[in-house]
């Protein structure tokens, strides 16, 4: 057979799996969503929230909670799920930028394991102190923090939810440009970081906002600055840490990944129904009551900005010495 022949061949056969894939999305089969998390999560929310808006385009999408390991027994799943639509998933920050250089093995390839459809939200962190530590070392803003720190060698530290995780990733990025030091105390998961927090036990944490949102409100939490490169309109009045910091962006951000080698008129489909739900005025007051941001994009843009992340983060988390064997 000659090479003309054989490139025939091989379109024809790419063209014929191409459409079997798209038929197998047509028959009414329904549609299974890996969430990476256990239920009840802002993840499972959102997801949840979508898999109802694209029921009338998609038929029926099932979610699918498997949690562990920090998010990688679910994103293994997806990975090695068949390539045909029928199979997606959450990819987080955790799964698809901080796993793959924190765990010593992973069982995928972030790079190239995965096909994004489109990112879903992003959620701000927020620099919090205790209200009453604040008050008492007159601390007002991060001006004030980094002052102090200087003034006080060794005296500040802060909490997160574990080594590795994202507070603590961001806590080592606040570090780092401010150029001070501060004792990392790890807890076992973000509630606890919190109430150490809320305690005095620690100085500062750097939590996700939605989480701490309640504390601030409250007045038992005092906001410093968002990690996000804009202001959030969820605090009015906190500054970025971007306008002290040029740059300086670390939010909590998920979205939606098929397995790799998903045709691309699947991705396609899958992406129109998918950020059409996410623009929706519904979806937006939804998601709004998490704090959390819609974020529709295009595959290509989805998998860039993954990419990115996954640069940010291999320093961080070198930086951190944090290491999961």
């Known amino acids: 057979m000659n090479r003309r022949n054989i490139l025939l061949a091989c379109a024809a056969a790419a063209a014929v799996f191409s459409s079997s894939l798209a038929m197998a999305q047509d028959t009414g089969a329904p549609i299974r969503l890996i969430v990476p998390y256990a239920p009840g999560g802002p993840l499972d929310i959102t997801a949840r929230a979508l898999a109802e808006r694209v029921r009338d385009s998609l038929g029926t999408v099932i979610v699918d909670n498997k949690g562990g390991a920090g998010g990688n027994i679910g994103a293994d799943a997806i990975a090695k799920a068949a390539p045909d639509g029928l199979t997606i998933g959450i990819a987080a920050t955790a799964t698809h930028a901080v796993n793959p250089w924190l765990y010593a093995r992973m ?86 970081a919190q109430l150490a927090l809320l305690s005095g036990e620690v100085d500062f944490n750097i939590d996700n906002l939605a989480t701490a949102a309640p504390n601030i409100r409250s007045g038992k939490l005092k906001a410093l600055a968002v990690t996000s490169l804009q202001a959030s309109p969820a605090l009015p009045g906190v500054p970025p840490l971007s306008s002290t910091f040029k740059g300086f962006s670390i939010d909590t951000w998920w979205g939606l990944v098929a397995p790799a080698g998903t045709p691309k008129p699947v991705i396609a489909k899958l992406n129109k129904a998918f950020v059409a739900a996410l623009n929706a005025p519904e979806t937006r007051t939804r998601f709004g009551a998490l704090l959390a941001e819609p974020v529709p994009t295009t595959p290509e843009q989805f998998d860039a900005f993954m990419a990115s992340e996954r640069a940010k983060y291999q320093s961080l988390v070198k930086a951190s010495g944090a290491k999961v064997d």
């Open 107 to 192: 069982p995928y390839d972030a790079a190239k394991d995965f096909a994004g459809i489109t990112q879903m939200v992003r959620v701000p962190n927020v620099l919090v102190m205790n209200a009453e530590k604040a008050a008492q070392l007159k601390i007002n803003s991060v001006a004030d923090l980094i002052a102090y720190a200087k003034a006080n060698p060794a005296k500040l530290n802060y909490g997160s939810g574990g080594n590795g995780s994202a507070g603590h990733l961001a806590g080592e990025m606040f570090k780092q440009r401010a150029g001070i030091f501060a004792l990392h105390i790890p807890y076992r998961g973000g509630n606890p």
